[in-house]
Nanobody, 127 residues
Framework: QVQLVESGGGLVEDGGSLNLSCTAS????????VAWLRQAPGKEREGVACISSSDSNGATYYADSVKGRFTITRDEAKNAAYLQMNNLKTEDTGVYYCASEIGRLRCVWPLGDVDQWGQGTLVNVSS
């Protein structure tokens, strides 16, 4: 069974940091793109970051709103991916989802379709 599970969300003050984790089962996350998306209250879901597979070019992409503050990485040994979020702002509040697309090796940016999703983890940044 293909599954993605996020963790690491929580309540943090403006300017704080969180590190989100995404672990995969049922398929090799290392082989395909990994993306993080978020959905703020009352807003559409948006792509935050994407990392291409290591076998392609491993390139990373970020939404303009998070560049310089967020970093997406992967740990091949753990079949996992991470989103390190620094200098968090209240507008970063939302549910964060880990996603992948089986068969896609390189990110499409702005983020294209993805077909594997986690259940999401809530990030709440307070002022």
């Amino acid at each position: 069974q293909v599954q993605l599970v996020e963790s690491g969300g929580g309540l943090v003050e403006d300017g704080g940091s969180l590190n989100l984790s995404c672990t995969a089962s049922g398929f090799s996350l290392n082989t395909y793109v990994v993306a993080w998306l978020r959905q703020a209250p009352g807003k559409e879901r948006e792509g935050v970051a994407c990392i291409s597979s290591s076998d392609s070019n491993g390139a990373t992409y970020y939404a303009d709103s998070v560049k310089g503050r967020f970093t997406i990485t992967r740990d091949e040994a753990k079949n996992a991916a991470y989103l390190q979020m620094n200098n968090l702002k209240t507008e970063d509040t939302g549910v964060y989802y880990c996603a992948s697309e089986i068969g896609r090796l390189r990110c499409v940016w702005p983020l294209g379709d993805v077909d594997q999703w986690g259940q999401g983890t809530l990030v709440n940044v307070s002022s």
